[in-house]
């Protein structure tokens, strides 16, 4: 094992735990989620619920535990999903 593998580990792991909570948050919100893929989260709502930039609020609140960690998300609108 080598510093730059342990490096990647805690930060894999950082990333997980944001996203997690994140994803709690959207839910608690009125944003279900149907999937995620890696670091992408995709819900489904009624045509006219919420906005990207709640969306995009909710996805980039940072827990108290992690304060000072730089967070950022990049939302859209769409019908179908696509890469």
């Not at 342990?6 to 735990?17: C, G, K, M, S, W």
Request: charged residues 20%.
């Amino acid at each position: 094992m080598y510093g730059g593998l342990i490096t990647e580990n805690v930060v894999q792991a950082l990333a997980r735990d944001l996203m997690v909570d994140a994803m709690m948050r959207l839910e608690s919100n009125g944003y279900p989620i149907v999937f995620s893929v890696h670091d992408e989260v995709v819900c489904e709502v009624a045509e006219r619920y919420g906005s990207p930039e709640e969306f995009e609020a909710l996805m980039t609140q940072v827990p108290t535990w992690a304060e000072g960690i730089p967070v950022g998300v990049e939302g859209n609108v769409i019908y179908r999903y696509a890469k």
